[in-house]
């Protein structure tokens, strides 16, 4: 197994993320913005934008189309990430995201990105292979682009294990379905995509717990749960542990669940337990859910909060508390 070579993150689907504030969104009525932002993101790129806050070596691999696409490009060069993006037609996504300052409540405004042909999947398929050779990790992120088969994460797990390289899927509907039937090393659904990939209600730990269960019991490794300011649940063969995050003012929670992907790769890449890993991720998530736009947690606020993450734990049915 590679242990040195940089992560690798893929975006197939990036999007210029549009952040608008304004003081009370009214549906259906005018609204008039406070303040605007824009941010390079798309969940891969997200995580790569917090690996380079933790000085871990990324490279940001993907698509991109068009204007925005090269406007990602260069955003990405002045955060100083490497990248390389296979040229789509058409054009990169624009992401709008409201923020209400009266609720504190982000509504997202997805784009569903531009249209691939199997030659260009195929031509990432080669870079990617390229890549993965030499990678430590790899993180796949976020939805596919119209006219990739919802079975390319699947493909490309598989890719990387033919490399020795453990990956992290982090996707919704049927990418993180198909997905998962290659055993990815970690996964990290939301609550609603975990229910929605098992089709049913979670509505108490013991069934989420079971849920995750079903999916360790088929070689995922390690199923990180996110669940808003509920906090999040980490779930191995042989571990659960629940971490619930420290009381912030949402500013806008984009981009939380991906510093929570990157936390654990970070974490993975220290070879840390389960525990830790459960409050550095937690951590990461919610020091970026007080942060403006996409903008994402650096290492010194993480660690500055890493004692504010109350845990609880349970091994081998035995409950533990701990602060
Ligand atoms: N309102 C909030 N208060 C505190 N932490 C939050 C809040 N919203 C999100 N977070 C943090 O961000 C993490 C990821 O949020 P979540 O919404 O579950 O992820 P995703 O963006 O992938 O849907 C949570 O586990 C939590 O640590
Ligand atoms: O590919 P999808 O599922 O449409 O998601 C893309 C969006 O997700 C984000 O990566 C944020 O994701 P999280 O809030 O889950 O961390 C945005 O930057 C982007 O606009």
């Known amino acids: 197994m590679s242990a040195k070579g940089p992560v690798i993150t893929v975006t197939l689907n990036p999007?210029?993320?549009k952040t608008v504030t304004l003081d009370s969104f009214e549906y259906g009525g005018l609204n008039r913005i406070r303040e605007m932002r824009t941010d390079?993101?798309?969940?891969?790129?997200?995580?790569?934008?917090?690996?380079?806050?933790?000085?871990?070596?990324?490279?940001?691999?993907?698509?991109?189309?068009?204007?925005?696409g090269?406007?990602?490009?260069?955003?990405?060069?002045?955060?100083?990430?490497?990248?390389?993006?296979?040229?789509a037609e058409g054009e990169t996504r624009v992401n709008l995201k409201i923020v209400d300052e009266s609720t504190k409540r982000t509504t997202e405004l997805n784009e569903p990105g531009f249209q691939v042909d199997a030659g260009i999947l195929d031509d990432f398929l080669t870079a990617f292979?390229?890549?993965?050779?030499?990678?430590?990790?790899?993180?796949?992120?976020?939805?596919?682009?119209?006219?990739?088969?919802?079975?390319?994460?699947?493909?490309?797990i598989?890719?990387?294990?033919?490399?020795?390289?453990?990956?992290?899927?982090?996707?919704?509907?049927?990418a993180l379905a198909y997905g998962i039937e290659a055993a990815p090393y970690a996964i990290k659904p939301n609550i609603h995509e975990l229910e929605a990939l098992?089709?049913?209600?979670?509505?108490s730990r013991e069934s989420i717990v079971r849920g995750a269960r079903s999916l360790t019991d088929r070689g995922i490794e390690y199923v990180l749960v996110s669940m808003g300011a509920e906090g999040s649940l980490l779930v191995t063969?042989?571990?659960?542990?629940?971490?619930?995050?420290?009381?912030?003012t949402p500013v806008s929670t984009v981009g939380a669940g991906d510093s929570m992907v990157a936390a654990m790769v970070y974490g993975f890449l220290q070879g840390q337990a389960a525990e830790e890993i459960a409050r550095w991720t937690?951590?990461?998530?919610?020091?970026?859910?007080?942060?403006?736009?996409?903008?994402?947690?650096?290492?010194?606020?993480?660690?500055?909060?890493?004692?504010?993450?109350?845990?609880?734990?349970?091994?081998?049915?035995?409950?533990?508390?701990?602060g």
């Open 15 to 17: 999007a210029l993320d």
């Open 40 to 68: 390079p993101g798309g969940k891969g790129i997200n995580v790569a934008k917090v690996l380079r806050q933790f000085a871990v070596s990324t490279r940001a691999l993907g698509l991109a189309a068009g204007y925005q």
């Open 70 to 87: 090269q406007v990602i490009r260069d955003r990405l060069q002045r955060l100083d990430i490497p990248s390389r993006f296979k040229q």
């Open 129 to 156: 292979r390229e890549e993965a050779a030499n990678a430590s990790f790899v993180v796949l992120a976020g939805s596919l682009p119209p006219g990739a088969p919802p079975q390319f994460y699947r493909t490309l």
């Open 158 to 174: 598989e890719a990387a294990r033919q490399s020795g390289v453990r990956t992290i899927l982090d996707a919704d509907g049927k």
């Open 198 to 203: 098992l089709g049913t209600g979670l509505n």
């Open 237 to 248: 063969k042989e571990d659960v542990v629940a971490a619930r995050p420290f009381p912030i």
């Open 282 to 322: 937690s951590a990461a998530g919610t020091v970026t859910a007080s942060k403006p736009g996409t903008e994402v947690c650096t290492l010194e606020e993480v660690r500055q909060s890493l004692h504010l993450v109350h845990l609880a734990r349970e091994q081998s049915g035995q409950a533990y508390q701990g």
